[in-house]
């Protein structure tokens, strides 16, 4: 494995239009990642690795809006097994007019997120939230997590250190059946650019 951490070759005309994603075109893993998870009786702390990949696509027009983005996809493992215990897929978007930031995946849970946030076309440092019920950055599970286990609220922080580090920091707010609590479902991980 190369540890040349050279940006990519991409088209220089879309990289311009990704603001504040930008930095994050390429393939990345991470080593470091720390997931509190909900058990029966408590919580379960796994360390795990995990790969993402981002492509540049763009333009995207909604009439006059017109949106750049990364298509992603990320697969974690645990680090001691060799099967992942989680996939995602989905776009992170641009917005430059109004500087909107935005992260639309989907888990294999049965759950739908478009979280969002404003930014700095320069910012190396962004957050994006999405709430359930909202028509606007919101978020969709299905019939059995909905009565059991409802994400209610999800928070993002990205950090972009370098131009061959990043990090992130996930909170997912679970409302757990039986339970008075919110839960705190958390992630975060120190990526390395491939």
Request: one cysteine or more; a negative charge.
């Amino acid at each position: 494995m190369s540890e040349n951490h050279e940006l990519p070759t991409t088209d220089p005309s879309i990289l311009a239009h990704l603001g504040p994603l930008a930095g994050l075109v390429g393939n990345w893993e991470g080593k470091e990642g720390i997931d509190i998870a909900p058990t029966h009786n408590g919580s379960k702390e796994t360390h795990f690795r995990e790969r993402l990949t981002f492509a540049p696509i763009g333009p995207v027009n909604n009439g006059p809006q017109t949106l750049y983005g990364l298509r992603y996809s990320t697969v974690a493992w645990p680090l001691i097994q060799e099967h992942p215990f989680h996939e995602e897929v989905g776009y992170w978007l641009w917005d430059a007019e109004r500087k909107q930031v935005m992260r639309c995946f989907i888990v294999p849970r049965g759950v739908v997120v478009n979280a969002g946030g404003t930014a700095e076309p320069s910012a190396k440092e962004f957050g994006m939230i999405a709430e359930a019920g909202s028509g606007v950055y919101g978020i969709l599970s299905n019939p059995f997590l909905e009565e059991t286990m409802k994400t209610i609220r999800y928070e993002l922080s990205v950090k972009i250190h370098e131009t061959w580090k990043f990090s992130y920091k996930e909170d997912t707010q679970l409302q757990i059946a039986g339970r008075s609590d919110i839960f705190h479902h958390t992630d975060q991980n120190t990526l390395t650019r491939l």
